[in-house]
Every structure is written in structure tokens, then in C-alpha cells.
Nanobody
Framework: QVRLVESGGGLVQPGGSLSVSCAAS????????MAWYRQAPGKQRELVAA?????TTNYADSVKGRFTISRDNANVYLQMNSLKPEDTAVYYC?????????WGQGTQVTVSS
């Protein structure tokens, strides 16, 4: 069973930066896809950023130029800069491993003055 554990969420002022991390219980070096999703109150969960095993990245239009996803053998990271109140959400780590989907429990990110 694969476990994904997020950390690093919190409260930050608009324009600030925050980094969230996801630790996997298995080596994810060859994992097909790792990604970050988010879900704001009353809204559907949406893709924020994704990274393939080859290092190709993809971002939601709303975060392009502000967020950066990266990975190593056991972790996936999301660096968030120039944060806006509309970035407030629970951020979830996602992994597709051998055609199976795995989710973390989520970490709250709140952008507010």
C-alpha cells in the first residue's frame, strides 16, 4: 500500500510564498505521474500541477509562472510564490503508480491578510 503524506501548509499573506511537500512511502523515481490538486470550499477538486517520471511538467493556467512542482526519489514538492487569496484551499498530493491512483490526506493553505 502506498502512503502519501503532505506537509508544509499554513497561513500566508497575499503576495507571500509557501512550500508544501509530499512524502511517499515507496520510491517514486519511476512513478508515472505525481501531481498536486486543490479543493476550495464549495468547489470541485482541480489539478494544480503535475510532473511525469521524465520530468515533464504541466500547470493550471491560474498558477503558471507562480507555482513550481518538483520531485525526487521519495518526495514531490510544490513551491508557491505570489500567493493570492483565491489560492486558499486544501492541497492534495496524488500519485499514479502501476495504473492505480493514490491520494494524500491534504494540507490546508490559507492566503489571507
Amino acid at each position: 500500500q502506498v502512503r502519501l503524506v503532505e506537509s508544509g501548509g499554513g497561513l500566508v499573506q497575499p503576495g507571500g510564498s509557501l512550500s508544501v511537500s509530499c512524502a511517499a512511502s515507496v520510491n517514486i523515481f519511476s512513478t508515472n505521474l505525481m501531481a498536486w490538486y486543490r479543493q476550495a470550499p464549495g468547489k470541485q477538486r482541480e489539478l494544480v500541477a503535475a510532473i511525469t517520471s521524465g520530468g515533464t511538467t504541466n500547470y493550471a493556467d491560474s498558477v503558471k509562472g507562480r507555482f513550481t512542482i518538483s520531485r525526487d526519489n521519495a518526495n514531490v514538492y510544490l513551491q508557491m510564490n505570489s500567493l493570492k487569496p483565491e489560492d486558499t484551499a486544501v492541497y492534495y498530493c496524488y500519485a499514479k503508480i502501476n495504473l492505480m491512483n493514490f491520494w494524500g490526506q491534504g494540507t490546508q493553505v490559507t492566503v489571507s491578510s
